[in-house]
């Protein structure tokens, strides 16, 4: 009896080590587990805070790309990188990489953020000033819209896309924001250096230094001459589309119509005239790959020229194109003069400093009619969010298309 109760007890003994041993083990694996995960919430707290402060360095300093090192930062230690297109082949030449990486006993932890600075190409429309010019009942606005200042209201103008500005709009009536809004968005700055769409003009594109008349051809050719006086042109020069990088700059006003065939941006340090319809050979709405791309920048206004509409027998003007007018706006000549012209159809965008009239209206018992001028029917070529004019002006910012942590 004494000799089985020893060997019991010191099999129960032997059960209880057992037991002790296994829970001191579960209990050593659960701290590792538990030091491992904290260890690795810090290696990404220290990833993502060195992002924060290379994000802050790129706002300052777009060109930014210097990077840096931490050997003891909040209980860790990190690293930044920066990649553009020329350390990085799979970049595009308006985007960057930053990488991120957070240590902390040996566990890392990495975030990769990349980003890119958008064309102003992507706005169906922009301004920076809006002064009391009105949409109205029957305006359709399609693509992202912005302005610096408040938008102006009356009755219900329709909006596809996203519509931003740091004020809230003015007016009166129930506008139509089928794509969302935003009355608390940051300013937009125009741009101000167009030094390299110059040069770009001088190497390899057409430079002007007269006042010139450019028709395009459907031949994938553009035709110019130049002003003789009196409203009379010249003998016209005809240049192959196919041979230059797209770039035609005159300093000098510039008078435009035709069926472009390429890829052209066209630049006046004055103004642009549209002296008829602007249109594709390949029309986007038509064919969504069509690679026939325009766009007009004018350092003071571009203007719709009277007359215009007469160009193919009809009231309705189409332009095809992303417009931008740095100095001052995009308008129609003698808009408040005359009977209703018809219909404004664009295919693009208007950037422009001061919003310019295209028409003027009446309104009535609730309901608004044109009295004068166009009457605007903006659709955004959605091409222009990824894909924009040759050279053509880029935001000074860039905005982050990914944030992915490992």
Request: aromatic share 10%.
């Amino acid at each position: 009896m004494g000799r089985s109760l020893i060997i019991m007890v010191s099999g129960l003994l032997a059960i209880f080590s057992i037991f002790q041993v296994s829970g001191q083990k579960k209990q050593a694996m659960a701290l590792d587990r538990s030091y491992n995960y904290y260890s690795a919430e810090q290696a990404r707290d220290i990833a993502n805070s060195l992002v924060e402060k290379a994000l802050q360095h790129i706002i300052d300093d777009v060109s930014w790309r210097e990077g840096f090192t931490y050997s003891d930062y909040l209980n860790g230690s990190g690293t930044v990188e920066v990649d553009d297109h020329f350390s990085d082949s799979t970049l595009t030449r308006y985007e960057i990489r930053v990488r991120s990486t957070g240590t902390v006993q040996e566990i890392s932890k990495e975030v990769d953020v990349r980003m890119h600075r958008t064309s102003f190409s992507k706005y169906s429309y922009f301004t920076n000033v809006e002064p009391g010019i009105y949409f109205i009942t029957g305006d359709t606005i399609h693509g992202p819209a912005h302005t610096n200042g408040p938008f102006h209201m009356w009755g219900s103008p329709v909006f596809t896309g996203e519509v931003t500005s740091p004020h809230m709009w003015r007016g009166r009536g129930d506008p139509e924001f089928l794509g969302g809004y935003n009355f608390a968005s940051d300013y937009v700055t125009l741009p101000t250096d167009l030094t390299a769409l110059r040069n770009a003009a001088s190497v390899g594109g057409l430079l002007l230094d007269q006042t010139a008349q450019v028709i395009f051809n459907d031949d994938s050719t553009v035709s110019v001459s130049y002003s003789i006086g009196h409203g009379a042109w010249g003998q016209p020069e005809t240049f192959d589309l196919s041979e230059m990088n797209g770039v035609i700059s005159s300093s000098r006003d510039i008078y435009v119509k035709g069926v472009l065939n390429g890829q052209v941006t066209l630049h006046s340090n004055r103004n642009i005239h549209i002296i008829g319809d602007i249109t594709y050979a390949d029309n986007p709405l038509d064919n969504p790959a069509s690679d026939d791309m325009l766009g007009m920048i004018a350092e003071q206004r571009v203007i719709v020229d009277d007359g215009a509409e007469q160009d193919h027998g009809e009231q309705d003007l189409h332009i095809q194109s992303s417009i931008m007018a740095l100095g001052n706006s995009f308008t129609v000549e003698h808009f408040g003069v005359g009977d209703p012209r018809g219909r404004l159809w664009i295919l693009g965008g208007v950037i422009q400093e001061t919003r310019g009239a295209v028409g003027t209206f009446t309104s009535s018992h609730g309901t608004t009619s044109l009295r004068s001028g166009y009457r605007k029917s903006y659709k955004y070529d959605q091409r222009l969010m990824t894909q924009w004019p040759p050279f053509y002006p880029v935001q000074t910012t860039y905005s982050i298309i990914s944030w992915r942590e490992q």
